[in-house]
């Protein structure tokens, strides 16, 4: 698929960087998060290539952009339907797809990941491009559970790698987590934060420790509340009604935990209580691991806490 909105991506490329000016973004996962970071670098002007394994779920993921494009546009353009028509026009023509990733990197400027949470898998993935990606350009990873370093380790290019960690959905969440190991150098650091700020997020510095800083709390809050639903001390009703509006969350912790996915979170925590099985915010959850071995992931399976049509 070729750029057809090509003087639209670089009319406004706007990263302005002293080391490394990012233009041409090569995305990897064309699921919920790949797709919606895809969408935000897009609509700011960037070249987008997303990438993903088959045709099908490339489809898939252009075709969430879209319908993501239209709820942002409703609102952005609400006197001007044609210039939204336009908008969506111009941004989806600066998206690309492929399925070959080695193919496409050799004009990218940052190669980031947003893949299964899987580390071999990961591993095996920059391994393979850095041996054709051109000498500047970065590599980072939108994982929210593994360390960055542990990616990167593969690599010959441990001082060009970083973690940009996005939320989701990522065209509404405002926050990027940069994070930088103790092999990136500073000028890779500041390039993902301006390229951040270039699609319009605030970012915050992170450390490479498990959960950064966001998932470190929010994790252990939603599975304190499972705990609590399962110690019969509140329906999961009441609680998510008393944090939403007793504390002014968006969202209670179990329609969090249903939109998140119980498998991310499970993955999560199962992750941080191998490396810390004492302690108790990392406390296995009957319940949790329940739902996920019968299947019921949350939003996307249809059930998880709660039904969904
Ligand atoms: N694309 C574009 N616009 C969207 C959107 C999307 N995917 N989702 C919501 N919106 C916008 C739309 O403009 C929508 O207006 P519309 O009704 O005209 O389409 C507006 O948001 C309001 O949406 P809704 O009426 O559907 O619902 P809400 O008012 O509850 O807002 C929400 C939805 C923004 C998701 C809000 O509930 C929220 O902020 N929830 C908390 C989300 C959160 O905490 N995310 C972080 C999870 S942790 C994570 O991602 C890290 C990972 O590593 C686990």
Redesign the pocket.
């Known amino acids: 698929m070729a750029f057809i909105g090509h003087q639209f991506c670089r009319a406004f490329s706007s990263s302005t960087l002293r080391s490394v000016a990012i233009k041409h973004v090569v995305i990897v996962g064309g699921g919920q998060m790949g797709a919606?970071i895809a969408q935000v670098a897009a609509s700011t002007g960037h070249q987008v290539t997303l990438v993903d394994t088959s045709e099908a779920i490339l489809a898939k993921g252009v075709k969430g952009i879209e319908t993501?494009l239209k709820?942002?546009v409703?609102?952005k353009f609400a006197d001007k339907p044609e210039a939204g028509e336009a908008f969506i026009e111009k941004v989806l023509g600066c998206v690309s797809t492929a399925t070959d990733v080695g193919a496409v990197v050799e004009s990218a400027d940052l190669v980031l990941e947003a893949i299964v949470e899987n580390l071999k898998i990961k591993q095996d993935l920059f391994s393979g491009i850095d041996k054709v990606a051109p000498e500047h350009t970065i590599f980072a990873s939108n994982t929210?559970s593994l360390p960055i370093g542990d990616i990167a380790s593969v690599t010959s290019r441990l001082d060009r790698f970083g973690g940009l960690?996005?939320?989701?959905?990522v065209?509404?969440?405002k926050l990027v987590e940069v994070i930088g190991t103790s092999s990136t150098s500073q000028d890779t650091f500041d390039s993902l934060v301006n390229f951040s700020r270039a699609l319009g997020k605030t970012t915050v510095s992170c450390k490479d420790t498990p959960g950064f800083i966001?998932?470190r709390l929010?994790v252990p809050y939603m599975l304190e509340a499972v705990r609590l639903h399962e110690r019969g001390h509140g329906s999961k009703e009441d609680i998510d009604v008393a944090m939403k509006l007793g504390a002014g969350?968006?969202?209670g912790p179990f329609e969090?935990l249903d939109?998140?996915g119980l498998d991310?979170?499970k993955f999560?925590l199962d992750g941080w209580s191998a490396m810390d099985a004492d302690n108790p915010l990392f406390a296995q959850s009957p319940l949790l691991n329940k739902l996920v071995a019968e299947g019921k992931y949350g939003k996307k399976t249809g059930e998880g806490f709660y039904k969904y049509k």
Do not use: D, E, Q
């Not at 960690?165 to 959905?169: D, G, L, Y």
């Open positions: 919606g993501s709820r942002v409703k609102k929210s960690h996005f939320f989701n959905p065209p509404m969440m966001v998932n929010l969350y968006p969202m969090l939109y998140v991310t979170a999560i």
